[in-house]
């Protein structure tokens, strides 16, 4: 199968098709972009150029199967085509992120935490880590969070015990 998105004028996706290869095959039997093209142009009454080859077994610039990675990620509606870098991308997740070309992923200010867990055998605790935009936009140096699957509110519709992530180590927000 053969996948394509539709592009508007300004690389935002708008649809992704997917077609049986014969219609992207030449007559040696070779997949050539261009014919796919031009066979959505003709059946969707989309321009070919707007039909943009994407790969179902790509993201973050790596092929899932161990094959060659292509045009960064598999496009997305709501994301977009960066015909500049050749690289879909998905849908900016928090305005202080940016976009790292190379791995083809927004990449967060502040680099991901390196303590994801604790314990051991059946004793490890996996810690549950999200960005906090509005965290790091009051104060720079912090952004990731963290609570423990171990943690217990003291009262009923009390959250779990929130933790700072300090650059090295987690850090309870209540102390």
Do not use: C
């Not at 031009?38 to 092929?63: D, F, M, Q, R, V």
């Amino acid at each position: 199968m053969a996948h394509f998105a539709k592009i508007d004028d300004n690389g935002l996706v708008l649809n992704v098709l997917y077609m049986e290869d014969s219609y992207t095959e030449n007559s040696e039997g070779v997949e050539i972009e261009s014919i796919g093209q031009t066979h959505l142009e003709t059946h969707n009454n989309w321009p070919a150029n707007k039909w943009i080859k994407t790969s179902y077994n790509t993201k973050e610039n790596k092929h899932l199967e161990n094959g060659t990675p292509f045009r960064g990620n598999y496009a997305y509606i709501g994301g977009t085509y960066d015909s500049t870098n050749n690289i879909f991308w998905n849908v900016q997740p928090y305005n202080s992120w940016t976009k790292n070309i190379s791995e083809a992923r927004w990449q967060a200010p502040i680099t991901y935490p390196s303590i994801i867990s604790e314990g051991s055998g059946d004793s490890i605790i996996t810690y549950r880590i999200s960005w906090n935009e509005e965290l790091y936009q009051s104060n720079n140096n912090k952004g990731w969070e963290m609570s423990k699957s171990n943690d217990k509110p003291t009262d009923v519709g009390i959250d779990l015990i929130k933790y700072d992530w300090n650059g090295t180590s987690w850090v309870n927000k209540s102390n």
